[in-house]
């Protein structure tokens, strides 16, 4: 995830701004870059690792700047694309985190207005509209130009000449460190502590004057707000946890702003054919591994039902060495790291058999988004814990957005349809968040689990593959034998595997496989398994027949994968702090697997 830093004082604002960028590496990120106030806008920039890049950046005095560490959305990593961006006066220097949604018409508006760009990002176009509003105030210049955009941020520049550091904010954090005759601005708590514990939040519309003698806050409508700082006790480390004991709760809890941010521009691009360009198709293969093969599972049932594709779906090291069918199905390559060994060589041998290829990934200029025809990114940003949490729920999102955008295609979707399903989609994250607000419960649920040496996770249809999830998600970081199973086969064979000491955890939903899921529910309890129910809220029948019963608000059940996700999440996590386990790094795991 980027990272913002912006210093004004007495002291060295390099010195001061690099720190900052250094304590936010831990972020994520791809480049780096600082802009100066020292004898004129000062700006150096580059791609790559902090330790490589800081030696080669010059020695500038001058006591205020702004920095920023990039994680790639828009635009592959590279020195252009990388912040601050600067405008063609070179007076204006700005850094940004968040997604300018409607960045293409702006940069079009400014292009024929003469503003030159330099980079492919949709950054680029804020510092362009700070210059075109820019008559003396870089406040009002920055807000002017914010109200031009549609999209995410949390932003801060600065003009030549000016010795205020301006900032806004929508939907990304930002925070200001308040020293003594110096001031701080930041995405995060991290990158301001070496300075201050005294930090004030700037609040969702906010925007701020920084100077190194004060802090000047506004609301929306350009009021001035008054606030108290606040005292910060976290440790470094506690901080870039953001106060949550793991990355891996951390990540969970960040789940309705990873959805948020993977929908947005796309559900408003199906029918311009930008989230899936047209192509004849009639199959379509899912290729990948562990975690993004679960998510190509629950894909297949939402191309299937949407689009009414006929769909398969192979593990990357199954299908690299089978041996085709000389068949040329759409072949979609999905990977949150882009760097899977397995994946990659599928995605080789897909073009070898003549096959068109869509990765779906979540990072930006990763191996596969440079060796597949087509690329969507998930926009989860980046994700410390091993466990993939917020990049499958996105991945989950994108098959959504998929099946939407064949659907739409193919015409199996009329207008009503794909703008009902499209509505519901944009509830998601407030139905996570609703999941999240019940972690206190699941977390005493899980007590049943805790002791056993297997659990079997059963579920039907498109929660078949979403059971899959729960089970690996709890093997690996909990290290309990777990066993996804689509219900209906338990009766050839497994059922003999069920006694007392055997949980299951089960989800019947509100599809038209609930009442079979209530049968098969039945038939574990017969065998004295202790069950953990997950349904639709309110379910008393399905309440009346489980141990302990979760429940999840009712969605149209399509969908219900995304909130039933979090609550298998969440009961890995519980599960594994209560054994003590290592939850960020499990045992014999990595992130990412680029050995076959
Ligand atoms: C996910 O929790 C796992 N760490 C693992 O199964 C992972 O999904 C798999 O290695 C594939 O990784 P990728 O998505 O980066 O290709």
Not at 359 to 368: D, E, F, K, L, M
Not at 436 to 451: F, G, H, N, Q, T
Request: proline content about 4%; charged content about 25%; aromatic content about 6%.
């Amino acid at each position: 995830m980027c990272g913002i830093v912006g210093y004004t004082g007495q002291r060295m604002a390099e010195d001061i701004l690099l720190d900052g960028l250094r304590r936010l590496e831990y972020r994520g990120y791809d480049s780096v870059g600082i802009a100066i106030a020292s004898d004129g806008l000062k700006v150096f920039k580059d791609k790559g690792e902090m330790s490589k890049i800081e030696p080669t950046i010059p020695r500038w005095d001058g006591s205020m700047g702004i920095g920023h560490t990039r994680w790639a959305t828009c635009g592959k990593p590279s020195k252009e694309n990388a912040h601050p961006f600067v405008d063609c006066t070179g007076r204006i220097a700005l850094v940004h985190n968040g997604i300018i949604e409607n960045h293409l018409a702006l940069r079009k508006e400014l292009e024929d207005e003469g503003h030159v760009f330099t980079s492919e990002t949709d950054t680029e176009v804020l510092v362009h509209l700070m210059e075109r509003y820019y008559e003396g105030d870089a406040h009002a210049a920055l807000v002017a130009a914010l109200a031009k955009v549609k999209g995410t941020y949390a932003v801060a520049a600065m003009v030549e000449g000016d010795d205020r550091i301006v900032a806004a904010r929508k939907e990304n954090p930002l925070v200001i460190g308040m020293g003594v005759g110096e001031n701080m601005v930041a995405s995060d708590v991290t990158a301001v502590l070496s300075l201050t514990s005294r930090v004030l939040y700037i609040m969702e519309g906010e925007s701020v004057i920084v100077t190194a003698g004060g802090v000047t806050i506004f609301d929306r409508h350009g009021s001035r707000v008054e606030r108290q700082p606040t005292t910060v006790t976290w440790t470094l480390e506690d901080a870039e946890k953001g106060g949550f004991e793991h990355y891996m709760l951390k990540e969970i809890y960040e789940q309705p702003t990873a959805i948020h941010n993977c929908l947005l521009g796309s559900l408003d691009e199906i029918d311009s054919g930008a989230v899936m360009p047209d192509i004849d198709l009639s199959t379509v293969k899912l290729v990948a591994c562990g975690t993004s093969y679960n998510a190509a599972m629950v894909g297949k049932y939402i191309i299937e039902s949407m689009a009414r594709l006929p769909t398969t779906v192979e593990l990357a090291s199954e299908y690299r060495y089978s041996p085709g069918t000389g068949e040329s199905p759409l072949t979609v390559l999905v990977t949150q790291s882009g760097e899977t060994a397995d994946t990659l060589a599928a995605a080789r041998e897909a073009r070898q058999r003549g096959c068109r290829t869509l990765a779906i990934t979540n990072v930006v200029g990763s191996t596969i988004s440079r060796e597949t025809d087509h690329v969507f990114y998930t926009n989860a940003g980046p994700e410390i814990g091993v466990a993939a949490t917020k990049t499958y729920i996105t991945q989950l999102i994108s098959m959504y957005l998929l099946g939407l955008r064949l659907g739409t295609m193919r015409q199996t979707l009329d207008r009503t349809e794909v703008r009902h399903l499209s509505t519901e989609l944009r509830t998601m994250p407030r139905h996570v968040s609703g999941v999240l607000d019940r972690a206190s419960e699941i977390e005493k649920a899980v007590d049943m689990l805790v002791p056993a040496r297997d659990i079997f996770y059963l579920g039907r249809n498109i929660n078949y593959p979403t059971m899959l999830e729960g089970a690996l998600k709890l093997k690996e970081i909990s290290y309990i034998h777990a066993e996804g199973y689509a219900a209906g086969e338990l009766k050839h064979g497994p059922l003999a595997l069920l006694d007392a000491s055997t949980p299951v955890v089960a989800a019947a939903v509100n599809d038209h496989t609930r009442d079979k899921m209530l049968g098969n529910i039945s038939e574990v309890a017969a065998r004295d398994s202790p069950v953990l129910g997950i349904g639709v809220e309110g379910d008393r029948e399905l309440a009346a027949i489980v141990d302990a019963m979760i429940g999840i608000p009712k969605v149209p059940s399509i969908l219900s994968p995304v909130p039933l996700t979090v609550v298998l999440q969440l009961i890995a996590y519980y599960v594994a702090r209560k054994k003590g386990c290592s939850i960020d790094k499990p045992r014999n795991l990595a992130k990412s697997v680029t050995v076959e």
